[in-house]
């Protein structure tokens, strides 16, 4: 698994960078300006002919030529639909699978990660005709029927109908209320831990809808505290389970639309939860059905009329079942196979399955994982997948046989390949990447051939070579332990090989997750670059318990999450401060979420390596954490008290020796600023000292107006004072920023890439 690192003269002759001197990288041409941001294409919305696309413009929808990229028509323009009252602009849209019809949203707000309620209006094509799908409030996740003729949403926790001939609405539950029953959207620990909002799905026919009924009664509730400006705080209360305390009561429901009643989905008793819930055909429900402990799983099919189960695949792990495993099936249109994925064999693999359950064959086999499945071109018997087999810090696209023969690789550039597939999968997108060179997007046909390229970003590489960025150069060590671990390393500019540099270590850390790959780094590769021009060798080193190595590599910390990762990285310093161009005494480490839980351990069980970390909504007592996630990797506190006690920084306070700055918002819904003031509690009870910068009202991801640059003004400051022995200025420009439509924009962008707990 040893991987040979370019040098930095090779790196930089491929960037095509020369010596020439190069400008300065500051916190606001990062953080305010947003000077260094790659252009993206988003996601692309398939018409069902397989050539065209469509895109929201100017507020406009807009169907281009895949192969192309000329612009066909406009598909839906606000200002030009007769009767449009429409305020403001349009958020999303979905066609209907017949594509005469446009569910049309507007006035968005975001609730937690992926929640948010809005208007949604109907947009008939053919009668060029707009219609406020309800007028007594927003709604929650409004979805076509196959058929396009009625649309399902969410409104206070009740599921609601519309029929689009009639102009009918229909309250099909009415128990819905705030802080109790939810019915057709998830509870808060569901939406974070097991990724997904909308709780309510159509049968193939439109006559069945299957969705999930929310009983948070016994679970307790967690209160915020939002300051506004007013004389008395907002108080926000939520239900929050935490490890070892009450879920909420998770049913299925199967709503007939023709007997216009509920039939509740028999699925035995036990404290369990419901991952997914998917149809199978119109006359087959297929419901996940998972213990508490998630290291049980059964396919159920449940029939839709009577709610009665019956088993189709039942699968135990020793450690758990991953929760990246859930997605990936497909039942076939031939009513007689599935596809679905396992890690049964140690690696994260494709099987083809019959409807009763036995194994036909496993599609991909090989010490390597498939890291994303992107679904199957039945006509053709081909499957297409992404994997780890070139290296596991390197991504390539595949396909294969049915039959798991004649594999072809679709897109084999060393880096980061992903790829996405038109409907009738004649085309595809490839985006590719490295840790040295921002995405290109390339247009494919079936044959693998090149057509067009998208975005090639130039403008950014350009910057690039304006202002001398430094190589990104990967490196693996041996531990002490024997394990070979795979990082990467920014020198300093100017770098000599003489010269003693401080260190500073960037990790995340967190089970299955990779940090150490050769992906473009997004926003903090220039933090990184600006550290290394002001004298730093910036590194990150991804632990035991980390992604891309298979089953035994990534859930080895199972029931003790922290122990293996804190040995590692401190081994990763101990490594790095032997290099002769580097300080042994002057090395910190970062990290934010798991990453900032990584770092508080660092620093208190590694006191003798680390002279200054910073942790950014860390946990620091994981009895404090919710259930799913939790418990997944530690069961409860009860059963695992040792491994509770063992690796949370709050018991570790004594230790501290360097210099420790903590950092939460206090509207974090996800890990509680909870976490950070027992953190402080416990280090004023050790007399310690320390730093801590707290913001109002922020979320997990500390974003909103001035508040990044003030947050990396903070660390940047508090880096230099700890590692360079005087503190010195920041660099800042006092130009004006940009207009403030593009700061709008870019909170969008933060909202969608808000850092979390559970995964990167």
């Known amino acids: 698994m040893k991987r040979i690192a370019l040098t930095a003269l090779a790196i930089i002759s491929i960037l095509g960078l020369g010596y020439t001197q190069s400008q300065d990288i500051t916190l606001e041409a990062i953080w305010k300006k947003y000077e260094f941001v790659p252009r993206s294409v988003p996601g692309f919305n398939f018409l069902k002919d397989g050539k065209h696309y469509t895109r929201l413009e100017d507020n406009k929808v807009q169907q281009y030529d895949f192969t192309t990229g000329a612009l066909v028509t406009t598909i839906f323009d606000p200002a030009t639909v007769e009767g449009n009252d429409i305020s403001g602009k349009v958020d999303g849209y979905t066609f209907s699978e017949d594509e005469t019809k446009i569910l049309i949203e507007t006035e968005s707000e975001p609730i937690y990660r992926r929640s948010s309620r809005a208007n949604f209006y109907v947009y008939d094509r053919s009668s060029q005709s707009l219609a406020a799908l309800f007028p007594d409030g927003k709604q929650q996740y409004a979805t076509f029927n196959p058929q396009g003729s009625r649309v399902a949403f969410v409104h206070e926790n009740n599921l609601y109908l519309k029929d689009l001939s009639s102009?009918?609405?229909?309250?099909?539950?009415?128990?819905?209320?705030?802080?109790?029953?939810?019915?057709?959207?998830?509870d808060w620990v569901y939406e974070e831990e097991l990724s997904f909002a909308k709780a309510f799905f159509w049968s193939p026919d439109g006559e069945n809808i299957a969705y999930y009924r929310f009983d948070e009664s016994e679970v307790k509730e967690f209160t915020m505290t939002n300051y506004?400006?007013?004389?008395?705080?907002?108080?926000?209360?939520?239900?929050?389970p935490k490890v070892g305390?009450?879920?909420?009561q998770v049913d299925i429901y199967v709503h007939n639309l023709r007997g216009g009643k509920a039939v509740k989905v028999g699925l035995g008793g036990g404290d369990i939860y419901i991952p997914r819930v998917k149809w199978a055909n119109e006359e087959r429900l297929c419901v996940y059905r998972l213990n508490r402990h998630q290291n049980e799983l059964e396919l159920l099919l449940a029939n839709p009329l009577s709610g009665k189960t019956e088993q189709l695949l039942y699968e135990k792990n020793k450690y758990y079942i991953a929760e990246e495993l859930y997605d990936d099936l497909v039942f076939l249109e031939d009513g007689k196979h599935f596809i679905w994925a396992s890690e049964k064999d140690g690696w994260k693999h494709l099987y083809l399955y019959n409807m009763k359950g036995k194994e036909v064959r496993q599609i991909t086999k090989g010490g390597w994982e498939v890291d994303a499945f992107y679904g199957v071109d039945e006509k053709n018997d081909r499957v297409y997948y992404q994997s780890t087999e070139r290296s596991p810090l390197e991504r390539q696209v595949y396909s294969i046989g049915l039959d798991g023969k004649d594999k072809q690789v679709l897109a084999g550039a060393s880096g980061w390949n992903s790829a996405q597939f038109s409907s009738t999968y004649d085309y595809y997108v490839v985006t590719h990447s490295t840790a040295n060179a921002p995405a290109v997007y390339t247009v494919y046909d079936r044959k693998g051939k090149p057509l067009r390229v998208i975005e090639e970003n130039m403008e950014l590489k350009k910057k690039m070579q304006e202002y001398g960025v430094q190589p990104v150069e990967f490196f693996s060590f041996e531990t002490g332990d024997g394990v070979e671990l795979n990082g990467w390393m920014i020198k300093p500019r100017d770098f000599k090989e003489n010269r003693q540099y401080p260190v500073f270590i960037t990790q995340y850390g967190g089970p299955g997750s990779q940090e150490a790959i050769d992906h473009w780094m997004g926003f903090d590769y220039w933090w990184y670059q600006m550290l290394a021009q002001q004298g730093y060798v910036v590194a990150c080193v991804d632990p035991r318990g980390t992604g891309g190595r298979g089953e035994e590599f990534k859930k080895m910390t199972y029931m003790k999450l922290g122990h293996y990762e804190t040995i590692d990285l401190i081994e990763a310093a101990r490594y790095l401060g032997k290099q002769k161009y580097t300080d042994a005494n002057r090395i910190g480490i970062f990290g934010w979420s798991y990453g900032g839980y990584m770092s508080?351990?660092?620093?208190?069980?590694?006191?003798d390596v680390f002279k200054a970390a910073i942790a950014v909504a860390p946990v620091t007592n994981w009895k404090w954490y919710d259930t799913i996630y939790t418990e997944r990797f530690m069961r409860t506190h009860e059963e695992n008290e040792d491994g509770y006690r063992d690796n949370s920084p709050v018991y570790f306070a004594d230790r501290l020796k360097g210099s420790f700055l903590l950092i939460h918002g206090m509207g974090d819904d996800n890990v509680h600023f909870q976490h950070t003031a027992e953190m402080a509690n416990a280090l004023i009870a050790a007399n310690k000292q320390f730093e801590t910068y707290f913001y109002p009202n922020r979320n997990h991801g500390i974003y909103g107006g001035n508040t990044r640059l003030h947050l990396y003004s903070k660390m940047t400051g508090f880096l230099n004072e700890k590692l360079k022995g005087g503190e010195e200025e920041v660099k800042t420009e006092n130009q004006a920023p940009k207009p403030e439509k593009k700061a709008e924009k870019m909170e969008r962008v933060m909202r969608k890439k808000v850092p979390s707990a559970v995964k990167e």
């Open 600 to 607: 508080s351990l660092c620093i208190l069980k590694g006191n």
């Open 245 to 248: 305390e009450a879920n909420s």
């Open 228 to 240: 506004y400006d007013e004389l008395y705080p907002e108080y926000v209360t939520f239900k929050y």
């Open 167 to 186: 102009g009918k609405v229909s309250q099909l539950t009415t128990d819905g209320e705030k802080n109790k029953v939810i019915n057709g959207a998830t």
